[in-house]
């Protein structure tokens, strides 16, 4: 079980050229406070545009082989498969964030839903020129806390209760 930490346009977008589309300082506030001591898991170009983050492991999903671990601030660990890095994080204890990006997003909404305790999600107010955008069913997620904002609203999602995710429970 994994939460996922993400911020978008009200159109799902979350980067424009390879970087995050916009600034928010109280968004990353967010971000830090969730995430501080935790285990993010992301993918390579996420990795990359990281800055050092404190108090937190970097692991890093690439399919590209020669990849070494000390290529990017941060990451601990590089595996080549989403499933394989969720399993190493597992084994760590403590709580595992989906940090990005795109690819890896909608891999985890397409694929691993069931496996999701909470979405932090934060919805920017203005809109933002895009290039890459995250797709997933917010019907199947129920609203556990809002929290508005002037440059964004932050919701913090639970999954919906379906039989599948009982049974899988």
Request: net charge positive; with cysteine.
């Amino acid at each position: 079980m994994f939460d996922i930490i993400l911020a978008t346009t009200k159109n799902g977008g979350i980067g424009l050229n390879g970087r995050m589309a916009w600034r928010c300082k109280k968004e990353l506030t967010i971000f830090r406070k969730k995430t501080e001591s935790g285990i993010l898991i992301v993918g390579r170009k996420t990795a990359q545009s990281l800055p050092k983050l404190e108090n937190r492991m970097v692991i890093c999903v690439s399919k590209n082989p020669k990849l070494r671990t000390n290529t990017y601030k941060n990451v601990v660990r590089v595996f080549d498969t989403f499933e394989s890095a969720l399993a190493f994080a597992q084994t760590i204890g403590k709580k595992i964030f989906i940090a990005g990006g795109a690819k890896l997003y909608n891999l985890v909404f397409s694929e691993f839903s069931n496996f999701i305790d909470t979405i932090h999600l934060s919805v920017m107010q203005k809109d933002y020129l895009t290039d890459v955008s995250v797709e997933f069913d917010q019907k199947k997620f129920l609203l556990e806390t809002k929290y508005e904002c002037d440059e964004f609203t932050h919701y913090t999602l639970i999954p919906g209760v379906t039989s599948e995710r009982d049974y899988l429970i």
